[in-house]
């Protein structure tokens, strides 16, 4: 069933868990996130990127998204990623998108301020949560600018906690996205997050916090920081790494087998669905930090 990016982590606020947010910028990775949810029993939110808009059209996707998250008996958000443009976030809202994401992250404080708050009243106008984000991770989302090093290296600065009460009150936003040390992209050495900064965001925010550059991220630094308040974590990079190398190991297979066979697309595409449901599953059970299936 559809359900709002607000309800959705007022769920994770009540058992002291977080939800998963996957990208699915393919079939494959969007019947894996609603299947994962199923057989795991934990609500999840199915997102799309406006920065994958190259890979998988919004127009061919978002449909398609909305339709399997109705009729799916897990509780689905169906959520825009990283919007960087309000007339973009129109498109998904009137697909009947339950969250969207201003990004707005680059720009300067007061137009991230002013661009939030109009997000916020139009996303609300379609019954729709809004999640923005305050500080900057310094790497985008998508592609190989994405790659950074720590933080600090892709230019990183951390959410500041009294900055973010200010924002979060002007703008009326639901969650709020923030930068403590996780980056985008393959981690180049060990992730640092510093939960100090997130401790101090927590004490003076009341809204659900979200932790971009989610994946790459140890079992143990997971449950700190849903512990110190994060309730919605984005995960996209490693999954879509192993299920490259599933399809890879495919091709190896068949050619090391020198049978003469030939490689057919759809085995692929099964072997990457079947290694998404797995590693997506095993996210979303981490990621519910104890907390029983609501399912
Ligand atoms: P990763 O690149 O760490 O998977 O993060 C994805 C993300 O934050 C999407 O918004």
Not at 190 to 198: A, G
Request: net charge negative; aromatic share 8%; glycine share 8%.
């Amino acid at each position: 069933m559809l359900v709002n990016l607000r309800d959705i982590c007022a769920i994770a606020e009540q058992n002291n868990m977080a939800i998963a947010s996957f990208n699915a910028p393919s079939m494959e990775a969007l019947r894996a996130t609603i299947d994962a949810a199923e057989q795991t029993g934990y609500p999840v939110i199915l997102s799309h990127a406006e920065a994958h808009e190259s890979v998988m059209p919004l127009d061919a996707m978002g449909p398609a998204m909305v339709a399997l998250a109705e009729r799916s008996s897990a509780m689905v958000c169906v959520h825009l990623d990283h919007c960087e443009h309000l007339s973009y976030m129109r498109r998904a809202l009137e697909m009947g998108f339950t969250g969207a994401m201003y990004d707005g992250s680059m720009e300067p404080y007061e137009v991230n301020l002013e661009n939030s708050a109009r997000a916020a009243a139009m996303c609300h106008s379609f019954d729709c949560g809004l999640e923005s984000e305050l500080g900057s991770m310094g790497s985008r989302e998508g592609g190989e600018s994405a790659e950074g090093g720590t933080a600090e290296e892709a230019g990183a600065v951390y959410t500041d906690s009294d900055q973010a009460r200010a924002f979060v009150k002007a703008t009326d936003l639901d969650i709020l996205a923030c930068s403590f040390g996780t980056v985008h992209g393959l981690y180049k050495g060990e992730p640092h997050l510093q939960f100090d900064v997130l401790t101090k965001i927590r004490s003076r925010v009341k809204v659900p916090l979200v932790m971009h550059g989610g994946s790459g991220v140890s079992d143990e630094d997971y449950a700190r920081a849903i512990d110190a308040g994060i309730r919605k974590i984005n995960y996209y990079t490693y999954g879509a790494k192993y299920a490259g190398d599933a399809a890879v190991s495919v091709v190896d297979g068949v050619r090391a087998s020198a049978s003469g066979k030939p490689v057919y697309w759809h085995d692929l595409t099964v072997a990457a669905y079947e290694r998404l449901v797995e590693d997506f599953s095993s996210v979303i059970k981490v990621f519910a930090n104890g907390a029983a299936p609501l399912a």
